[in-house]
C-alpha cells in the first residue's frame, strides 16, 4: 500500500497515489448511458478501470467504488444541443425510456460478467437522485455560479478562476461566443457555459420530466456525476476514472460545478483509460459501430480472450482492434490455460520462494498499472524453478488482479481432457472396441480381457456404459 505511481491526467505526470483517508480509496467511474448495447470500446475502458480498482484491493486498500448510469440528460452533443439520447434509443425501438434504460443497464451487466468486470460496490441511476441536483443547483444559483436564462440553468463559467483542468486549450477559446460549427445556444453567457437543468429545449417530446423552482424539466449530464460522487463518496473523492472522451467537457464540468458547490478542491487524482480504435478511428456508439461481446461469442471468442487483449497493453495508450489481434491473443490465452492446467495439484506453497514473484508482479502494478509487465510476471512464474504448489498459489493471487480466471478454466480444461470420454475418434482403437464387443458376445472373456489390456498398455481406459464404450487417455 501507497506505493503505487499512477499517472494523473490532471499534473500531466505520473504521481505517487494518494488517499484522503489512510487505506481507504472513494473511486468513481463513469457509467454507461443505457441507450444502446455497450461496445467493446466503451467495455476497454471498464476492464481497465476494473483492474485498477482490484490493483488497489490487491495492495490492501480498502475500496467504495461507485457507478452512475446514465437514463437521462446525455445529449447527441456535447455542446447541450441535439436530442437526449436515451429519448432517441426509445424511438429507435418503439419502447418507453424507461424500458430501453432497464434493459441496456441489464445488457452492460450481463457484458461485464462475462469480462469477469466486478459490479461497483454503488451503481445508481441518474434518474434516481433528483433532489440531490435541485439541492446543488440552488446552492450554485444562490452562490452566483449559475444563472437561469431562457428557461434553462446554466452553470457560469465565467465564475471560475481556472476553468480548463485537462487541456491547454487556446486563448481565443476562453472568450465569450460559441465554438464555431456548434448550434448557437443565445442563452449562454460564456461559450463554455454548460446546463445543469433544462425546461426549454429544441425538442418537446422529452418523456422524462420532473417538478424543479425553474420549471418542469430535467437534469444536465454533467451534474450527474457530480452528485452522484458527492452523495455517495463524499466531500473528497480519491480517484476519478472514465475514458479519456470524458475529460472534456464532462470531467471539466464536473470539477467546475462540485468545487464550487463544496467551496474546497474535490478530487485530486484523475484515471482516462485511452480508446480502442477501428481503421476509421474511435470506436463510438453513436457511429453505430457495434462491436458487442454477444458478437465476439457468436464467432467463438471467450470474451476473456478480450480481457486478455486489453490487459496486454496500457491503458494510456490507443489500442487498435483488428480480428487478426484478437486470434493472437485467443491464442496466447489458450496456451496459457494448458500450461495451468499441467501444473499438480499436490503440495503446499512457500512463502519465502514465492515472495520475489509477488514483489514483480507489484512492481508491475505500481508502475502506472503496467498490465502487459504483470502478464510478463504470470509468464515467470509459470518458467519459475519453484514447486507446482507455489505457482498455482501465486496465480491464484495474480489473476485476483487481471481477472483471467486462470485456474478454474485451466481446472475445466484438464476435466475435459481426462474426465470425459474423448470426443477425438481413432479408427484403431474403434476396431478394438468392436472387437471386444464381439469377443463378449461370444461369452470370450479373456479375449475380452486381453483386448482391455492391450489398450491399458497404449494409455487408452476403456469406460463401459449402457449405450456402450467409449474411451479416454490416462
Ligand atoms: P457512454 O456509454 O457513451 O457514456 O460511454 C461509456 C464509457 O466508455 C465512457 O467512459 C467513455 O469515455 C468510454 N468510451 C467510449 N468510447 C470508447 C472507446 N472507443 N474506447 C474506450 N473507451 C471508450
Ligand atoms: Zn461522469
Redesign the pocket.
Known sequence: MDTMQLYNSMSHKKEPFKTHEPGKVSLY???????HF??I??????IMEDVLEKALRWEGYDVLRVMNI?DVG?LSSDADTGED?MVKGAQREHKSVMEIAQFYTDAFFDDCAKLNIKTPDVVQPATGMIEEYIKVITKLIDTGYAYLAGGNVYFDTSKLKRYYIFNDHDAEDLQSGVREGVEEDVNKRNKNDFVLWFTKSKFEDQALKWDSPWGEGYPGWHIECSCISMKYCGEYLDLH??????AFP?HTNEIAQSESYLGHEWCPHWF??????TDSG?????KGEFLTVSLLEQKGYDPLCYRLFCLQSHYRKG?TFSWENLDNAAGTYEKLLKRVAALSQEGKSDDGEMKPYLEKFQAALDNDLNTSLAITALYDVLKADISDASKRALIASFDTVLGLKLLEKASILKEKETAAPTAESDPAIDALIAARAQAKADKNWAEADRIRDELKAQGIELIDTKEGTTWKRV
Open positions: 467511474t463513469c457509467g454507461p448511458t443505457v441507450y455497450a461496445h470500446g466503451n467495455l476497454r475502458s471498464y446514465t446525455h439520447k476514472c472514465g475514458g479519456v472522451d470524458n464532462h482516462h483509460v485511452h480508446h480502442l480504435n474511435k470506436m463510438s456508439k453513436s489500442l
